[in-house]
C-alpha cells in the first residue's frame, strides 16, 4: 500500500486539476490518518463523506470527482471499488443533467473498454483521445467532453489501464485501446485525424500506437516515460511507493516485480525514430520519477519532438494554468484555429514573462 505522507503530496495535484481550493483539500487531508480502512479517518471514508455531501448538493459533478480522490491511488479494497463505481454514477448524472457526452464500449481482442464520448456537430470534424496517467480515472478529464464541442472536435476519454473500467494490463498491447476507440466512432468523425493527449504513462502507449497508425496526426504528453527511465535501474529504485503501489495494480504483478516488468516496455532507438508526428513533451526539470535523460534522449532521436520545460516536480502542479495554455494551443491548431493557437501562445509568453519565469522549449 502507498504510505500516507506521500499520498497526501501526490493527491493535491490531482485535487486542484479538479478545482477544489487548497483550504478544502487541507482540510480533509487534515482529518486522514490511515490509508487502510473505512472508518472515520481513513482516506476512503473521509473523501466519500464530502462527495456524498456534494450529492445532497446534486453537484454530482464535485461529488463525481471526491469520489475518484476517495479511491486514489487505485481500488484495491471493497470500500474503494465502491467509491469508483459512485464515482462512474455521479458523473453520468452530471453528463445527463449538462447534456453532454456519453459512455461508449469499445472492444480490445475479447475484453470490453467503456470510454466517454462527446459527438462533434459535423462527421468530419478531426477526433481528440485523451486518458489520464496511473492514477486518475477518465472521469477527471470530464470537462474536455464540453471543450471539445466548443472547438469543433469529437472527444473519447479513457481510463488508465487497470484503473476505472479499463480491464487491461499495462504493457504494449495495451496501446490497441486507441485504435479500439477510434473503430467505434470511426462513423461519427474524422478519425483519420486523430489528437491523442496522454499525460504521464500513458503518454507511452500513445508513442507506441503512433508507431503504427498513420491515422494519429499528434500526441501531447506531460512528463511520458518512453525509453530511458524503463532502462534506468537507479530511478526506477528510487520512484516514490505510491508510483509502485498504482503500477503494481496496473501492471498485474507484486511490487516487488514491477522494476523487472518495466524493463520490457522501454522503446528501442529505432522506434524513437520511427515516431513520424509531432510529439509535444511537458518536462519538470525537478521530477521525482522520470530522469532528465528521459526527454533528452527522446529531443535527439524523435524526428518532430517539442520540448516545453518548467522548474517543478511530476506532473509540473506548480503549472496547471501554463500546462493548460500549451494543451489548449495543441487542440485548436488540430481543429483548424491556427489564429487563435497562436493568440492563446502568446498569451503563455505573457503569463511567464509577468510571473518572472521562463518557459524553456525547443
Not at 346 to 357: D, M, N
Request: charged share 20%; net charge positive.
Amino acid at each position: 500500500m502507498a504510505k500516507l505522507p506521500e499520498a497526501k503530496q501526490f493527491v493535491g495535484l490531482h485535487a486542484r486539476h479538479m478545482g477544489f481550493s487548497p483550504s478544502f483539500i487541507d482540510d480533509v487531508l487534515s482529518r486522514i490518518v490511515s490509508m487502510d480502512g473505512d472508518g472515520r479517518g481513513s482516506w476512503v471514508c473521509e473523501w466519500s463523506q464530502k462527495a456524498a455531501q456534494a450529492e445532497q448538493r446534486n453537484d454530482h459533478l464535485s461529488a463525481a470527482n471526491l469520489y475518484n480522490l476517495a479511491r486514489f491511488p487505485a481500488a484495491d479494497s471493497p470500500a474503494k471499488r465502491h467509491a469508483g463505481e459512485a464515482c462512474t454514477a455521479s458523473f453520468s448524472r452530471w453528463m445527463k443533467e449538462a447534456g453532454i457526452g456519453q459512455r461508449r464500449l469499445a472492444r480490445v481482442g475479447e475484453q470490453g473498454l467503456t470510454f466517454l464520448f462527446s459527438p462533434a456537430k459535423r462527421r468530419d470534424t478531426p477526433l481528440v483521445i485523451l486518458m489520464g496517467g496511473i492514477v486518475s480515472l477518465k472521469e477527471q478529464w470530464g470537462g474536455f467532453l464540453k471543450l471539445g464541442r466548443k472547438l469543433g472536435a469529437a472527444v473519447a476519454i479513457a481510463d488508465f489501464p487497470g484503473m476505472g473500467e479499463n480491464p487491461l494490463r499495462y504493457d504494449r498491447s495495451a496501446a490497441a485501446l486507441y485504435g479500439a476507440i477510434m473503430a467505434t466512432v470511426s462513423y461519427e468523425c474524422d478519425v483519420s485525424r486523430t489528437l491523442i493527449v496522454a499525460p504521464s504513462f500513458g503518454g507511452y502507449l500513445a508513442a507506441v500506437h503512433g508507431l503504427r497508425d498513420p491515422r494519429i496526426r499528434g500526441i501531447v504528453t506531460i512528463g511520458a516515460p518512453l525509453s530511458a527511465f524503463f532502462r534506468d535501474e537507479e530511478a526506477k529504485a528510487s520512484m516514490p511507493s505510491i508510483t509502485r503501489f498504482a503500477l503494481s495494480v496496473a501492471l498485474s504483478c507484486p511490487q516487488e516485480d514491477v522494476n523487472d516488468a518495466l524493463s520490457t516496455l522501454a522503446l528501442s532507438e529505432a522506434e524513437l525514430k520511427g515516431i513520424g508526428v509531432p510529439l509535444h513533451y511537458v518536462a519538470a526539470l525537478e521530477d521525482e520519477i522520470i530522469p532528465a535523460s528521459e526527454w533528452e534522449e527522446a529531443k535527439s532521436l524523435v524526428p518532430d519532438f517539442h520540448l516545453h520545460a518548467f522548474h517543478d516536480v511530476h506532473g509540473a502542479p506548480n503549472h496547471l494554468t501554463e500546462t493548460r495554455l500549451i494543451i489548449l494551443s495543441l487542440l485548436l491548431q488540430h481543429t483548424g484555429r491556427a489564429m487563435f493557437s497562436r493568440f492563446i501562445k502568446q498569451i503563455l509568453r505573457l503569463r511567464l514573462r509577468f510571473a518572472g519565469r521562463r518557459l524553456h522549449h525547443s
